[in-house]
């Protein structure tokens, strides 16, 4: 698969969250170029702050290859994570993280922080932004015009 088609899947992801309520927030994790975690916000539905996109497919991920190390596995997630997010891939090792779009307020790869690459750390994840970019955005643009209208 593509980086496109993986990230096509996170956003499958993503429209979970939205027919949820939830912010629409999703993310899939790759090794050896199958999908081995998958994850959509869940906060609100199940009332616990750390049931966001990327924390559900890391455990899912972990379940799945019977360990918490990560190495060799690519995160694609539709938005910038936070910096929850980014400090559960930092502690899990994944080699990769494949942003759709940035998060000017909560972002913490680039935006507001660079917890991924700050280099004090013993591990420092790759980063790409920008695959998806509209449609990422566009989703979570939605999400909030209907929120706005309620």
């Not at 199940?46 to 190495?71: C, F, P, Q, Y």
Request: aromatic share 6%; net charge neutral; glycine share 8%.
């Amino acid at each position: 698969m593509t980086k496109e088609k993986y990230m096509f899947e996170a956003l499958k992801e993503a429209e979970k969250a939205l027919k949820l309520g939830e912010v629409p927030i999703g993310a899939v994790i790759v090794k050896d170029g199958v999908i081995i975690g998958r994850g959509h916000n869940k906060k609100e539905c199940l009332k616990d702050a750390t049931n966001h996109a990327e924390m559900i497919a890391i455990k899912e991920a972990s379940v799945t290859i019977g360990g918490w190390r990560l190495t060799g596995c690519q995160m694609y997630v539709t938005i910038e994570p936070c910096v929850m997010c980014a400090g559960a891939i930092y502690q899990t090792r994944i080699d990769k993280v494949v942003i759709g779009a940035r998060d000017i307020k909560a972002g913490a790869v680039e935006s507001l922080y660079h917890i991924l690459s700050d280099e004090r750390l013993n591990h420092i994840v790759d980063c790409e932004f920008g695959i998806l970019e509209d449609e990422a955005r566009e989703i979570m643009q939605r999400f909030f015009q209907q929120l706005r209208r309620k």
